[in-house]
Structures are given as C-alpha cells and as structure tokens.
T-cell receptor, first 116, second 110 residues
Framework: GAGVSQSPSNKVTEKGKDVELRCDPISGHTALYWYRQSLGQGLEFLIYFQGNSAPDKSGLPSDRFSAERTGGSVSTLTIQRTQQEDSAVYLC??????????????FGEGSRLTVL | QQPVQSPQAVILREGEDAVINCSSSKALYSVHWYRQKHGEAPVFLMILLKGGEQKGHEKISASFNEKKQQSSLYLTASQLSYSGTYFCGTAGAGSYQLTFGKGTKLSVIP
C-alpha cells in the first residue's frame, strides 16, 4: 500500500493476556517508530528502529513491552500480561532515512487497545 | 524530556489568527509540527532545523529560535479545516528520539 498500515485497528483483550500489534511501513523507509497515545497525554515515544536494529528502546515502559522488526520492513510490538493502564492507541510511523530526526514521519492510523 | 506547548486549547472564529508555542529545556537539532484530526493519524506540517529559520506552508508558518529552544507555529486567516490538535516534536543533536508535546487543541468555528 501507499501508506503505513497497522493491524489490528481495534483490539479488546482481558487483563493478563498477551497482544501483538503489527506495523507495515512504507516500502523503502528505513526508520520506524512506535508511539503510544493516551487520552490527553500526547504522543509517547516507545522505540525506534533503524533497519532491523533498535538503537533506542528507552521509551518502552516496562519489560512486558517488546518489539522487533524483520527484513527491514514489518514490525511487531508485543505486550505481555496486559494491564488496564496499557489501554491506548499505539501508533507506528516510518521515515525515509534514519539517523538524526530530520525527515517527515508518516503515521499509520493506529491500533486501539482496550484492556478489560 | 517532553516539550511544553501553549496554549493547551484555543477557539478561533474563521479568519482569525493564532500562535502556538513550543519550548524545550534541552538543546535542539530539529522541531517538527504535526496536526491530528479526531480519529485520524497525525499529519506532517513542517520541520525546522537549527539555524533559526522560518518556514511556511500555505497560511501556516513556523519559526525556530535555537538559542531559546523555542518554536512557534503561526496560523493566519484560519479556516474550518485548521481544526485539530497540533503537536510539536523535538529532537536533540544525535538523538533518534522525536519527543512530542501534549498538543494544542485548535477549534475554528464559523
């Protein structure tokens, strides 16, 4: 597709379950970002990938959160043992080039996670 | 560290002007501005690199004062389509992380 694609668009899960969120970036974009957006909290940085490497994982809120990227393309954000405070919209963005942030980020529509 | 945006919200009538401010406590390499409409993905408006440049995008422009670590977004002759939440994002030199503020909700009414 022409844009960043995320799936699922909506996910309702029970507390304690694991969830996987997927991001398909724009073809050729080497940089990929995950953000979390909670109501009234803006966009919270989670992790950055340059190719398949994650030089900056500083935003992951706990060890229940992990992410990987394969083939320099698709990325998966995994949340283990979900908690109610994990409920948010998870946004993925890709950028043509990595390194210092000097380019436009293209965002996906997000995956809305609700933990009951 | 998260940049601070002000105001948190503003209501304008069509044709009025607005300024949204963004300030950071750390040395900045770049400042980014995005607009997000309800239920949609954030959309890029412009990026300013250190050097104090000013950029324009239709009737929306921005400035970056690197000495003060501040940026301002100027919206002139606002249109209904300008409604949304505006986010500034900042990045330090050598940083991979683009850190966003909490956003400024702009509502333009007829």
């Amino acid at each position: 597709g022409a844009g960043v694609s995320q799936s699922p668009s909506n996910k309702v899960t029970e507390k304690g379950k694991d969830v996987e969120l997927r991001c398909d970036p724009i073809s050729g974009h080497t940089a990929l970002y995950w953000y979390r957006q909670s109501l009234g909290q803006g966009l919270e940085f989670l992790i950055y990938f340059q190719g398949n490497s994650a030089p900056d994982k500083s935003g992951l809120p706990s060890d229940r959160f992990s992410a990987e990227r394969t083939g320099g393309s698709v990325s998966t954000l995994t949340i283990q043992r979900t908690q109610q405070e994990d409920s948010a919209v998870y946004l993925c963005a890709s950028c043509l080039a990595g390194g210092r942030v000097s380019g436009e980020l293209f965002f996906g529509e997000g995956s809305r996670l609700t933990v009951l | 560290q998260q940049p601070v945006q002000s105001p948190q919200a503003v209501i304008l009538r069509e044709g009025e002007d607005a300024v949204i401010n963004c300030s950071s406590s750390k040395a900045l390499y770049s400042v980014h501005w995005y607009r997000q409409k309800h239920g949609e993905a954030p959309v890029f408006l412009m990026i300013l690199l250190k050097g104090g440049e000013q950029k324009g995008h239709e009737k929306i422009s921005a400035s970056f004062n690197e000495k003060k670590q501040q940026s301002s977004l100027y919206l002139t002759a606002s249109q209904l389509s300008y409604s949304g939440t505006y986010f500034c994002g900042t990045a330090g030199a050598g940083s991979y992380q683009l850190t966003f503020g909490k956003g400024t909700k702009l509502s333009v009414i007829p």
